[in-house]
């Protein structure tokens, strides 16, 4: 077997899968606040991993 896996023709394409909308970009479905919920998130673990070994 010698056929490639990667189809660089778009007319190979199933019809079904031709027939579906493109896929939604990672930029439309990022959230505003999603920054700053990983901060917050981040510092939180981060001082208690700080306080439980002090203490």
Request: charged fraction near 20%.
């Given at each position: 077997m010698t056929r490639r896996?990667?189809?660089t023709n778009e007319s190979a394409r199933?019809?079904?899968r031709a027939s579906l909308?493109?896929?939604?970009t990672r930029n439309a479905l990022r959230?505003?606040?999603?920054d700053v919920k990983?901060?917050?998130l981040s510092f939180a673990a981060f001082f208690t991993c700080f306080y439980s070994f002090l203490f």
């Amino acid at each position: 077997m010698t056929r490639r896996l990667v189809l660089t023709n778009e007319s190979a394409r199933h019809p079904f899968r031709a027939s579906l909308p493109p896929p939604a970009t990672r930029n439309a479905l990022r959230n505003d606040d999603h920054d700053v919920k990983l901060f917050l998130l981040s510092f939180a673990a981060f001082f208690t991993c700080f306080y439980s070994f002090l203490f």
